[in-house]
Nanobody, 135 residues
Framework: QVKVVESGGGSVQAGGALRLSCIFS????????MGWFRQAPGKEREGVAA???????SYKESVKGRFTISQDDAKKTLILQMSNLKPEDTAVYYC?????????????????????????????WGKGTQVTVSS
């Protein structure tokens, strides 16, 4: 059974840090790209960070220098280390697994700037984890 489960969200004050984790199970594809996107109430979905199978990463401009995406050696767990959090980072964060594409392309797809390729997995993302940053 395919599962995607995010965890690690919470409430912090501005300037604080959180570490999000995502566990994928049941996927059997040999190569894939993974990423995080977020959605705040009343706002469009936006890609935050992505990493390809070789470990090349891409980031949304506003999180560069503050967020770091990584994956474990078995590539079963995706991590998003977030520091110096700002109130505008408040959103539900989702992790996604896609086919073998450049991380920059997955970032565009997650932001809705690109429509292809379609996600080859089901589900592609989990139910999300809430991040709330207060000023």
């Amino acid at each position: 059974q395919v599962k995607v489960v995010e965890s690690g969200g919470g409430s912090v004050q501005a300037g604080g840090a959180l570490r999000l984790s995502c566990i994928f199970s049941g996927h059997t594809s040999p190569r894939y790209t993974m990423g995080w996107f977020r959605q705040a109430p009343g706002k469009e979905r936006e890609g935050v960070a992505a990493i390809d199978f070789e470990g090349n990463s891409s980031y949304k401009e506003s999180v560069k220098g503050r967020f770091t995406i990584s994956q474990d050696d078995a590539k079963k767990t995706l991590i998003l280390q977030m520091s110096n959090l700002k109130p505008e980072d408040t959103a539900v964060y989702y992790c996604a697994r896609w086919g073998d594409i450049p991380s920059s392309q997955l970032l565009r797809i997650m932001t809705g700037l690109d429509q292809s390729p379609a996600c080859p997995f089901l589900p592609c993302w989990g139910k999300g984890t809430q991040v709330t940053v207060s000023s």
